[in-house]
């Protein structure tokens, strides 16, 4: 059964829209982390933000912030004004404190921002 | 600041060869070492996660015996992909963490003939 479940493969918006992705998440952990990666077509894994399932602050990294319900076990990312350069993979990754350090990988959305 | 370099970017290898690639931490202390394979329309799988001093757990569906880790030191890991065969193809991304925050290089693409 997949732990992280992102629902939507591609998303398009136009330049300086804003965009949420969504993720839902399985855990029977009570302490874990959710990141958010962008995958670019060179290789390169590029961390975003971190979300931790003890916090309730609302986690914000630029232009990039998150909507954590954690009793619904859902993590959105929000973009804020996007830019054609925001087109990419992004992954939302489950880490759970008893796996240290393995992340387990949602399928991923493909992103297009058109100028 | 922490960097994670990976090695070959690319190789092409023929059926049934071996290929070896590498995973370099530079910045910080690499506790542990995951490696993940991503194919062709799929997410990253697991591989193993390898933790100093400790033994390298490997993740259903992979083994020791095809994919040999080493992780000799807080700065290097290594893997190979033994009698590589087609269903091997995909990117290789190797996440170093110190502890909490995990790194990643940029991956090593393998084509297999």
């Known amino acids: 059964a997949q732990k992280v479940i992102q629902v939507w493969s591609t998303a398009s918006r136009q330049e300086g829209e804003e965009l949420t992705l969504d993720c839902s998440y399985e855990?029977?952990?009570?302490?874990?982390?959710l990141f958010w990666y962008k995958h670019l077509l060179s290789g390169e894994m590029v961390f975003l933000i971190r979300?931790?399932?003890?916090?309730?602050a609302k986690e914000r990294s630029g232009r990039y912030s998150v909507v954590f319900q954690k009793s619904l076990k859902s993590i959105s990312l929000v973009i804020s004004a996007l830019q054609p350069d925001d087109s990419g993979k992004y992954f939302c990754?489950?880490?759970?404190?008893?796996?240290?350090?393995?992340?387990?990988f949602g399928a991923g959305t493909r992103l297009a921002v058109c100028p | 600041g922490a960097l994670v370099y990976q090695y070959p970017r690319r190789t092409i290898c023929k059926s049934g060869t071996s290929m070896r690639m590498e995973c370099q931490a530079v910045?910080?202390?690499?506790?542990?070492v995951a490696w993940y394979r991503q194919s062709p329309q799929k997410t990253f799988e697991l591989i193993a996660l390898?933790?100093?001093?400790?033994?390298?757990?490997?993740e259903q569906n992979f083994t020791q015996e095809k994919f040999p880790i080493s992780h000799p030191n807080l700065s290097f890991s290594s893997m190979t992909v033994l009698n590589a065969y087609l269903e091997d193809r995909g990117l290789y991304l190797c996440g170093a963490s110190d502890r909490v925050e995990q790194y990643f290089g940029p991956g090593t693409r393998l084509t297999v003939l």
């Open positions: 855990t029977s952990q009570v302490l874990y982390h």
């Open positions: 910045g910080f202390q690499a506790t542990s």
């Open positions: 990754a489950l880490w759970e404190l008893s796996s240290f350090n393995k992340l387990t």
């Open positions: 979300q931790m399932s003890s916090s309730t």
């Open positions: 390898s933790t100093v001093n400790s033994a390298i757990k490997y």
